[in-house]
């Protein structure tokens, strides 16, 4: 595990290219180019704010609009969501890399991962930008904020590599991951908060509240709101709770992926 | 093997510093089946999948030392590009082990890292990156690079706008712009125009001489043993022959027509009748082809010395025997023949066993596979005892640069100058 994670910093001159590749190609080729990267979270926020805060109305007890808190969730939703389609196609998608050239199969999962987490960071911009234009008004407690970055960059990689790796040997992944991720977005407070499940749902699907709860990525995506829109730090258990299954899935799942990579290249 | 073994010995005692390769024992097994990428319904159900192991590699040992060119030949689905992914790491043998002391470079895969919207330029960087290169260095190397490729004009056009020829220029520049200690070749040789084949040639040859290991694989007998020094012959996985290039290469070629011959013989029943044929009173007991040493040989440059022995043998007493030998080309053209009633001195009888020798000091063939024809039979020809029609065969792989057609024919040319006046 630490000479796997030692390579990695190796080998960071090539993590950079591949990234840096990565992002600029993401958009080549068409007429916006690097501004996709904003229109995508808006557009998407355009159209889950129609839905769920015109149609659906959406209650929340903070002073900031529904859509300001869609899309602080969102927009960390969506570095999670991408980071797993991303690598669970990341080994299988550079076949010819990884049967012609050597060198570390880790990074290919981690160029994923980072260059969707610059993404986020991307998306932090135009929310500040919100965040200042709806007069929320900003808090120390943003200070916070990176370590709830990393926890969640360590969560997001360590699904990565799960799902990277356990693609070669089962292409299912792949085609399945889309539907769950989808399932996955329901059970976070993404599109409504937390109290809003717990009031409705806790008499009649108590399991749906359990559930919630023990979705490591509602402490993530609570732990932004709290930062970003109210103003208070994060829930610390929640949070803890979130961070222990992180770095757990990661150190599981790194050394899973590391065990398989020589095999990679006999199934891609 | 004891042979192999004083070699192996040999070149140990030659390189103190030991092998920058080494290949022990390795084993790498595949599992073949009929889909790739199991679903998850067979892995959990265990459904049985229709699998067999094949060892692509067979307990293969060879040694590569500082400096060497080998060559690895072999048939399809013989281990060649296996054997260079375990040097390159990206694959890892069953079991046996690779140890490899120094820097790799794979020419395995050309462009590998190229992405088809990026410049030429910008594809630079990152094929350079992916092959190892710090980002630095492709800056410094960056102009011999593009000017290697030729590509000057259009580095910043997008990759996607260049001819095939173009993208694979400029990917071989990049990838022997790396500096190894080892690089593995598997015949990316099909790259660019003619004169842009020889720049790579020359640029492999540089390697050469500034003293990188080389580990070359082809099909072309031609190019290996233009290129290497060393080789070594893999057969389904398993190490025929090891040593110098020429040994190996004779070994295999030979190996190959046997086997030709053993798979038409398999194939058809008569196949020794249509061959061979005669009253049998006396027979052609071997055949041996051979250059100036008493080893047989099979490839032979133009101008070199070209032997063949014919051993016969008659139980019952025969008349005024005379043995033909003829040379055909493989398309069938006679090239030429004679027999033994030439020679100053014939027997008028013969039993028993005895040899004859058929000597060319200088061959004159050019380049291309020749077969051999012999005949035991008598003088008047009224009685062929055993024939061997174009049954051993031959190749002259060196001929004179320029000459074309079946043989050299000794000349000179006059008048160049004259027809001026």
């Given at each position: ?8 910093a190796?080998?960071r ?13 993401r ?5 916006l180019?690097?501004?996709w ?28 609009p ?12 969506n ?6 389609i991303?690598?669970?196609?990341s ?64 969560f ?23 539907i769950?991720v ?29 559930l919630?709860?023990l ?20 829930d610390w ?32 | ?25 390795v ?15 067979e892995?959990?159900l ?20 500082p400096?060497?060119t ?143 290991t ?7 007998l ?8 060393q ?15 020429d ?21 058809e ?12 009173r ?6 041996g ?7 047989h040989?099979h ?23 005379v ?15 004679c ?33 051999v ?43 160049w ?5």
């Amino acid at each position: 595990m630490y000479s796997d994670l030692k390579q990695l910093a190796e080998y960071r001159e090539l993590l950079r290219t591949l990234v840096s590749k990565d992002i600029r190609s993401r958009y080549k080729g068409s007429v916006l180019g690097f501004a996709w990267n904003f229109a995508i979270p808006v557009l998407q926020l355009l159209v889950f704010w129609l839905l769920f805060g015109i149609i659906v109305k959406v209650k929340l007890e903070g002073s900031y609009p529904y859509a300001v808190f869609l899309f602080t969730g969102l927009l960390p939703w969506n570095f999670l969501a991408n980071s797993i389609i991303g690598g669970s196609v990341s080994i299988v998608g550079n076949a010819n890399l990884v049967k012609k050239i050597y060198f570390p199969l880790q990074i290919l999962p981690a160029t994923t991962v980072i260059s969707q987490f610059i993404s986020l960071l991307l998306g932090m911009i135009v929310l500040a930008g919100v965040i200042l234009v709806f007069g929320i008004g900003l808090s120390g407690y943003l200070l916070l904020l990176p370590i709830v970055f990393l926890v969640q960059l360590i969560f997001a990689a360590g699904l990565a590599y799960l799902f990277g790796c356990a693609n070669v040997f089962f292409r299912d992944v792949q085609h399945i991951l889309g539907i769950i991720v989808m399932a996955w977005m329901y059970v976070t407070p993404v599109l409504y908060p937390m109290s809003q499940v717990a009031d409705r749902t806790v008499d009649k699907y108590p399991w749906a509240t359990t559930l919630m709860h023990l979705n490591p990525m509602t402490g993530i995506i609570t732990a932004y709101q709290q930062i970003i829109l109210d103003h208070q730090p994060p829930d610390w258990p929640w949070f803890g709770y979130s961070t222990i299954i992180a770095v757990v899935l990661f150190v599981a799942s790194f050394s899973m992926f590391n065990h398989f990579k020589f095999r990679f290249e006999e199934e891609v | 093997m004891g042979a192999e073994g004083q070699f192996q010995q040999k070149t140990a005692e030659r390189f103190a510093k030991g092998p920058v390769v080494e290949v022990v024992d390795v084993v790498k097994q595949y599992k073949v089946r009929h889909e790739k990428g199991r679903t998850l319904k067979e892995a959990f159900l265990r459904q049985r999948i229709y699998q067999e192991t094949i060892n692509a590699l067979d307990h293969v040992s060879f040694d590569i030392h500082p400096g060497k060119t080998l060559g690895v030949i072999g048939r399809n689905g013989s281990g060649k590009s296996t054997l260079l992914k375990l040097i390159a790491g990206t694959s890892r043998p069953t079991s046996g082990e690779v140890k490899v002391n120094g820097r790799v470079s794979a020419l395995l895969e050309l462009g590998a890292g190229f992405h088809p919207d990026f410049s030429g330029r910008e594809n630079v960087f990152l094929d350079g990156a992916i092959m190892g290169l710090s980002r630095r260095t492709v800056e410094e190397r960056f102009d011999e690079i593009v000017a290697f490729a030729e590509m000057e004009e259009f580095i910043d056009a997008p990759a996607k706008t260049y001819s095939s020829g173009m993208y694979m220029r400029l990917a071989f520049s990049v990838a022997v712009s790396v500096d190894p200690d080892i690089i593995l070749i598997d015949e990316v040789f099909a790259v660019g125009d003619e004169s842009f084949q020889r720049k790579c040639l020359e640029r492999i040859d540089q390697f050469k001489s500034d003293g990188k290991t080389i580990v070359f694989v082809s099909h072309s007998l031609d190019a290996i043993r233009g290129l290497c020094d060393q080789a070594v012959w893999l057969d389904k996985g398993a190490l025929r022959a090891q040593g110098g290039v020429d040994k190996v290469t004779d070994y295999y070629l030979w190996a190959v027509n046997e086997g030709d011959e053993k798979r038409l013989s398999a194939d058809e029943g008569t196949q020794e009748d249509q061959q061979r044929w005669g009253t049998r009173r006396g027979e052609v007991i071997e055949v041996g082809l051979f250059g100036d040493t008493e080893a047989h040989k099979h490839i032979f440059d133009t101008g070199e010395s070209f032997r063949v022995r014919v051993g016969y043998r008659s139980s019952e007493e025969i008349e005024e025997p005379v043995i033909g030998l003829a040379i055909y080309r493989s398309d069938g053209v006679l090239c030429y023949g004679c027999n033994t009633s030439e020679m100053d001195r014939t027997p008028d009888k013969f039993r028993g066993e005895d040899e004859v020798w058929f000597e060319i000091d200088d061959l004159s063939l050019l380049p291309g596979d020749y077969q051999v024809s012999v005949a035991f039979h008598n003088l008047e020809q009224t009685e062929t005892y055993d024939h061997h029609d174009r049954k051993y065969r031959f190749k002259v792989m060196n001929g004179p640069k320029i000459e074309i057609g079946l043989c050299h024919l000794s000349h000179t040319w006059r008048g160049w100058q004259s027809g001026e006046e």
